[in-house]
């Protein structure tokens, strides 16, 4: 999945959908943390990981490293990650 990451954010929370100039969506994100030494994106890997109650070790930064756009893969039961998509999606923003 797409996610639209915003490092040092006054409060980490799960935002609705970005879509970027050329009409891919992401997963709006921002956490605290700054973006250096890979805090942010350890961050990212943490607040995912909390409101969707799974381990950490579920969610794995494949792409975008360095970018505010990235690519996570997540791993689970396909069914059951989509629900969980669309819960955050239909909820809105949580901090």
């Known amino acids: 999945m797409r996610v639209r990451l915003t490092p040092k ?3 980490e929370r799960l935002g609705g959908l970005h879509t970027d100039p050329d009409g891919r969506c992401a997963l709006k994100v921002a956490v605290t943390a700054p973006a ?3 805090r942010a994106n350890a961050a ?3 607040l995912l990981a909390k409101a969707w109650r799974m381990p950490k070790t579920a969610i794995s930064l494949i792409a975008g490293n360095s970018s505010r756009t990235k690519t996570m893969l997540v791993a689970g039961e396909p ?3 989509l629900a969980t998509l669309s819960r955050t999606l239909v909820s809105g923003p949580r901090e």
């Open 79 to 81: 069914r059951a990650l």
């Open 9 to 11: 954010a006054a409060a």
């Open 36 to 38: 250096e030494n890979g």
């Open 44 to 46: 990212l890997i943490a």
